[in-house]
């Protein structure tokens, strides 16, 4: 029998219904997970290869490369601290940033505002182990409730089709309920916008080398509404 979370799991006492204005595409009417059309750039492999990145354990064995953050400071921190209160949006480039241009200009060009934003690194993991690793985020502590729900974005870096994201929404007793489960490909360029804090996910990592991809903290309303309208797969 696999590892699977219980009613003690950190994540159940997460928030998970309140005031805050949401999308409609990503409300609970919705699965909570939006596929965006595969990039149409490249990123060239130095921008994620060559930034600095730091030991923080989360969704596996991972590192994370800060592209921006609270205060513009090279650290993995949630934006919370018990001396400074920051919804997670509002961020600052990093020194990383200037390694990057290309992702750099493409979070900033959505025009829409954005928190955390970092590369995360994870060394593969089967479906058991990443199990260990089902969790749901935290995003919007300090988020006042008049204000955008935070989701969050992803950017595949790497090339990895035999790679998924596990998505599962909550059933009524708060844990994951498989019957919601939804596989994310993970092959290069592939983008993708969940509500994290809504489900519960890990990535589960078949490959033989580490997998990259950014992720990013973005504030719903109106400019992401605008963001997300102009990045939707083409219909067939
Ligand atoms: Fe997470």
């Known amino acids: 029998m696999s590892f699977w979370p ?15 204005p949401r999308l409609a595409i990503l409300d609970d009417s919705t699965s909570g997970f939006l596929p965006l059309a595969d990039a ?80 995360i690194k994870l060394q593969p993991q089967d479906r058991e182990t990443a199990l260990r690793s089902f969790h749901r985020d935290d995003n919007n502590r300090f988020n006042p409730d008049s204000d955008g729900w935070v989701v969050r974005s992803w950017l ?40 994290t804090q809504r489900l519960w996910h890990v990535v589960v990592h078949n490959g033989d080398a580490p997998r990259y991809a950014l992720i990013t903290s973005f504030e719903s309303g109106q400019p992401l509404q605008r963001w997300i309208d102009t990045q939707l797969p083409a219909r067939v």
């Open 156 to 195: 595949e870096l790497t090339d990895n089709p035999n790679s998924y994201m596990l998505l599962m929404d909550s059933g009524a007793d708060g844990l994951p309920d498989p019957s919601t489960e939804i596989r994310v490909p993970l092959h290069r360029g592939a983008r993708f916008v969940v509500d």
């Open 40 to 119: 149409n750039f490249v990123v060239p492999a130095h921008e994620w290869e060559t930034l600095e990145y730091m030991d923080w354990k989360s969704g596996g064995d991972t590192n994370f490369a800060p592209i921006a953050t609270m205060d513009g400071e090279l650290d993995c921190r949630g934006f919370w601290s018990k001396d400074q209160e920051h919804p997670d949006k509002d961020a600052k480039f990093t020194a990383n940033a200037d390694q990057c241009p290309t992702l750099r200009d493409y979070v900033a060009g959505t025009g829409v505002n954005f928190g955390r934003m970092r590369i």
């Open 6 to 20: 219980t009613k003690e799991h950190w994540s159940v006492s997460i928030p998970r219904f309140t005031p805050h």
